[in-house]
């Protein structure tokens, strides 16, 4: 990321109006991004970054900041990141290893002290990285514990298509009913493949969890549902609705609008009440899991 793009960025996220706000940076690349945030007045950086060749910048942004940008050599798509967020326990007391001092804020408000930013990979594991952080943010858990944290996310072109595309469109799937019951997305800016060192088309999107929470169901079977249905998003949902299990057509009464609908025009409202439905139904299947597996297997034939 050029330097330009990097200070843009910096001031679109308004880190110079939240000086007490700290960053939790995934996938900083050689950290032009980071020393920007720094400069801006962020209060701390924690950067999260695998590759071995960024290691020598980063650590020297670390050295030069006195304090105030940290760098942690380990991949967050892969590896649990929840002890660098580590709150006030009774055995730990009040400093956590990266952030001390940070505690729960009640959900009505957006979490004041800490965001999370992050340059998405434009790979199956930049896919991961994203369907794990909406999952967090559905469920409240790892950083979301804390609040409601702002999420900054650099994605590609092609990501951002899968991730924000409305009903009826064919980039739509599931990790873009995921996002739109997880968090408000708005598009922050689009420097242009000039301002990148690889050739992707990256672009800015902030990401606000909603404020109250749009399941009727827990996120497990939602996931199911979802992953199931789209096995052939094409087809409408009176024809898929057998890979919910066997018998599971008896839903389609159940439910109060147009079962003739293709699976990808339907909207996260119509999939939040599919999930309901089918979590009230006594003879869903009970090993969900297996039956993912299977359904996913079949559409790849």
Same mark, same amino acid.
């Given at each position: 990321m050029s330097e330009e793009a990097a200070?843009?960025?910096?001031?679109?996220?308004?880190?110079?109006?939240?000086?007490?706000? @700290?960053?939790?940076?995934?996938?900083?690349?050689?950290?032009?991004? #980071?020393? @920007?945030?720094? /400069?801006?007045?962020a209060k701390k950086v924690v950067t999260l970054e695998p590759v071995e060749v960024f290691q020598e910048s980063l650590k020297s942004l670390e050295l030069a900041s006195e304090g105030r940008i940290q760098n942690f050599q380990m991949n967050p798509a892969v590896h649990p990141y929840d002890e660098l967020l580590e709150i006030e326990s009774k055995d730990r007391g009040e400093e956590g290893r990266a952030f001390p001092g940070l505690k729960p804020q009640p959900w009505d408000k957006v979490y004041p002290d800490l965001a999370l930013v992050a340059s998405i990979p434009n790979s199956l594991l930049g896919e991961k990285l994203i369907h794990d952080i909406l999952i967090s943010a559905i469920e409240r858990m790892g950083i979301f514990q804390l609040g409601r944290v702002e999420m900054y996310m650099f994605c590609s072109k092609a990501a951002i298509k899968r991730l924000v595309a409305p009903p009826g469109t064919p980039s739509r799937n599931r990790v873009t009913i995921m996002a739109e019951i997880a968090a408000e997305i708005t598009p922050m800016m689009a420097p242009g493949l000039q301002h990148f060192y690889l050739p992707y088309d990256y672009q800015l999107l902030k990401l606000v969890p909603h404020e109250k929470p749009k399941l009727d169901t827990s996120f497990e079977i939602l996931d199911f549902c979802l992953r199931s249905l789209f096995t052939s998003k094409? !087809? @409408?949902?009176?024809?898929?609705?057998?890979? /919910?299990?066997?018998?599971?057509?008896?839903?389609?009464?159940? /439910? @109060?609008?147009? #079962?003739?609908?293709?699976?990808?025009?339907? #909207?996260?409202?119509?999939?939040?009440?599919?999930?309901?439905? !089918?979590?009230?139904?006594? /003879?869903?299947? #009970?090993?969900?899991?297996?039956?993912?597996?299977?359904?996913?297997?079949?559409?790849k034939r």
């Open positions: 200070n843009n960025a910096a001031r679109e996220m308004k880190i110079k109006e939240n000086p007490g706000r @700290s960053i939790l940076e995934l996938y900083p690349g050689p950290g032009q991004l #980071t020393r @920007s945030m720094a /400069l801006a007045g094409a !087809f @409408s949902l009176k024809k898929n609705i057998k890979l /919910l299990g066997p018998g599971a057509e008896i839903l389609l009464s159940r /439910l @109060s609008f147009d #079962t003739d609908i293709k699976v990808k025009h339907m #909207t996260w409202e119509q999939f939040n009440e599919i999930a309901a439905k !089918f979590e009230q139904w006594p /003879l869903r299947p #009970t090993t969900l899991y297996d039956d993912m597996i299977l359904h996913e297997r079949r559409g």
